[in-house]
């Protein structure tokens, strides 16, 4: 079965770091697109970062230069390093696949993990 | 702030037909990027609904449709089901911001 599972959330204090995981099953990560989108208490979706299969990466203007996208193909698991938190980073995170089958859609989902910044 | 422009919240009877617009601009929708559309059901994950502005995953009824004109996609429901109530969110990519993009997304009512 093709299925992502999330984990890594938890509370941390403003300025600190954060390293979320999500591992793969039933497809291989690093020949696929992976993306990380959150979503705030209440608010819409925001796509925050991409690692194409190549290796490439591209981040949300908010998070760019805090968090580090990655990828470790013998644990076929992504990962989410989040540095230098903010009370706005408070949010579900979610992991994605994009395909080409689908246009690189996000087509398979995890079931997201929950990082809250706060004092 | 998401580039792409949806309204708020639209309501129907069971049965009835509802569609939802999502409005972009010349760097994303008009740039000829395909429109995506996820449901959110209550406390779930997104799920795809439609990909390359008008197909369907398998397993998605044919009562979800898309389309595509201009600067701006639509997602139409016939036959409004109790079950269709969720939150409905288009996507595209903006290639002035070089990033994937959501838009505000649009609560479905059925009354």
């Known amino acids: 079965e093709v299925q992502l599972v999330e984990s890594g959330g938890g509370l941390v204090q403003p300025g600190g770091s954060l390293r979320l995981s999500c591992a793969a099953s039933?497809?291989?990560?690093?020949?696929?697109?992976m993306s990380w989108v959150r979503q705030a208490p209440g608010k819409g979706l925001e796509w925050v970062s991409v690692?194409?299969?190549?290796?490439?990466?591209f981040y949300a203007d908010s998070v760019k230069g805090r968090f580090t996208i990655s990828r470790d193909n013998s644990k076929n698991t992504l990962y989410l390093q989040m540095s230098s938190l903010r009370a706005d980073d408070t949010a579900v995170y979610y992991c994605a696949r994009m395909i080409l089958a689908v246009k690189y859609a996000f087509d398979i989902w995890g079931q997201g993990t929950t990082a809250t910044v706060s004092s | 702030q998401s580039v792409l422009t949806q309204p708020p919240s639209v309501s129907g009877a069971p049965g009835q037909r509802v569609t939802i617009s999502c409005t972009g601009s010349?760097?994303?929708?008009?740039?000829?990027?395909?429109v995506h559309w996820y449901q959110q059901l209550p406390g779930t994950a997104p799920k795809l609904l439609i990909y390359a502005n008008t197909d369907r995953p398998s397993g998605v009824p044919d009562r979800f449709s898309g389309s595509k004109s201009g600067t701006s996609a639509s997602l139409a429901i016939t036959g409004l089901q109790a079950e269709d109530a969720a939150d409905y969110y288009c996507?595209?990519?903006?290639?002035?911001?070089?990033?994937?993009?959501f838009g505000t997304g649009t609560k479905v009512t059925v009354l």
């Open positions: 996507q595209s990519y903006d290639n002035s911001l070089s990033a994937y993009v």
């Open positions: 010349s760097s994303n929708i008009g740039a000829d990027y395909d």
């Open positions: 039933g497809f291989t990560v690093n020949d696929n697109y």
């Open positions: 690692i194409y299969s190549g290796g490439s990466t």
